[in-house]
C-alpha cells in the first residue's frame, strides 16, 4: 500500500468528524490532529481532538513553518502540524486531513501528492438541520457557517473527488475504496 495524504472536506455539519472516524477504525488510516487556537467544547482533550493553543503559540508555530496548511477560520486559527502528517507516513498509513475548504486548498498549493474529498450533504435543508441539531453555536454564528457553506460548495470542482454523505459508514467505505481503487490502478508512463 502507497500511503497517501486523505484530505477530507466540506462545508461545517456535513459530517466530516463522523466519516473520519468511521476511517480512522481502519487500520490503514491515522489522523492528523489539527491544533487550533479556538475554545475548547465539552469532552474535548488536548492532543486528542486538537491542539489547543493560545494565538501567540499558533502564531510562533506559522513562523516556524510547523504547519502543512493554516487558516483563519469563524474568528480562530486552525492549522495541519506537518510533521505529524510526515511520521503517519513513514509509519505507512494514510494521513488524514479533516480541514475546511481554505486548508485544502492550501494544501493542493502545496504540490503534495494527495486524494482530496469534498463531503457533500444529501440536501441543503440536511445540512442546515445538522447545524442546528450540534447545539454548539449560537444562532449568530449558525448563521455565519451557513453563508460560509454556500461558498464553499460553489467550489467542491476544485477537489479530487465527491463524496455524499447521506450515510456515515457508506460515505467512508466510498473514500476508501477510492484509495484502493488507486492502487489496483497501472503506474501512469508504463
Given at each position: 500500500m502507497q500511503p497517501k495524504l486523505v484530505v477530507?472536506?466540506?462545508p461545517s455539519g456535513v459530517g466530516k468528524?463522523?466519516?473520519?472516524n468511521h476511517l480512522l477504525a481502519r487500520p490503514s488510516f491515522e489522523r492528523v490532529i489539527t491544533a487550533t487556537t479556538r475554545e475548547r467544547r465539552r469532552r474535548e482533550q488536548h492532543g486528542v481532538d486538537y491542539f489547543f493553543l493560545d494565538r501567540d503559540e499558533f502564531e510562533r508555530w506559522i513562523a516556524g513553518d510547523r504547519f502543512l496548511e493554516w487558516a483563519h477560520v469563524h474568528g480562530n486559527l486552525y492549522g495541519s502540524p506537518r510533521a505529524q502528517a510526515e511520521e503517519i507516513l513513514a509509519r505507512g498509513h494514510h494521513a488524514l486531513l479533516?480541514?475546511?475548504?481554505?486548508g485544502a486548498a492550501s494544501v493542493r498549493a502545496l504540490g503534495l501528492e494527495a486524494l482530496r474529498v469534498f463531503l457533500l450533504p444529501p440536501s441543503w435543508d440536511e445540512l442546515e438541520r445538522r447545524l442546528r441539531g450540534r447545539d454548539t453555536d449560537d444562532p449568530a454564528a449558525i448563521q455565519a457557517r451557513l453563508e460560509v457553506a454556500r461558498d464553499e460548495l460553489d467550489r467542491q470542482h476544485e477537489f479530487d473527488c465527491r463524496v455524499v454523505n447521506d450515510d456515515s459508514h457508506e460515505a467512508a467505505a466510498r473514500i476508501a475504496s477510492l484509495l484502493d481503487d488507486a492502487k489496483s490502478e497501472p503506474p501512469t508512463g508504463s
Amino acid at each position: 500500500m502507497q500511503p497517501k495524504l486523505v484530505v477530507v472536506s466540506g462545508p461545517s455539519g456535513v459530517g466530516k468528524t463522523t466519516v473520519c472516524n468511521h476511517l480512522l477504525a481502519r487500520p490503514s488510516f491515522e489522523r492528523v490532529i489539527t491544533a487550533t487556537t479556538r475554545e475548547r467544547r465539552r469532552r474535548e482533550q488536548h492532543g486528542v481532538d486538537y491542539f489547543f493553543l493560545d494565538r501567540d503559540e499558533f502564531e510562533r508555530w506559522i513562523a516556524g513553518d510547523r504547519f502543512l496548511e493554516w487558516a483563519h477560520v469563524h474568528g480562530n486559527l486552525y492549522g495541519s502540524p506537518r510533521a505529524q502528517a510526515e511520521e503517519i507516513l513513514a509509519r505507512g498509513h494514510h494521513a488524514l486531513l479533516n480541514i475546511d475548504v481554505q486548508g485544502a486548498a492550501s494544501v493542493r498549493a502545496l504540490g503534495l501528492e494527495a486524494l482530496r474529498v469534498f463531503l457533500l450533504p444529501p440536501s441543503w435543508d440536511e445540512l442546515e438541520r445538522r447545524l442546528r441539531g450540534r447545539d454548539t453555536d449560537d444562532p449568530a454564528a449558525i448563521q455565519a457557517r451557513l453563508e460560509v457553506a454556500r461558498d464553499e460548495l460553489d467550489r467542491q470542482h476544485e477537489f479530487d473527488c465527491r463524496v455524499v454523505n447521506d450515510d456515515s459508514h457508506e460515505a467512508a467505505a466510498r473514500i476508501a475504496s477510492l484509495l484502493d481503487d488507486a492502487k489496483s490502478e497501472p503506474p501512469t508512463g508504463s
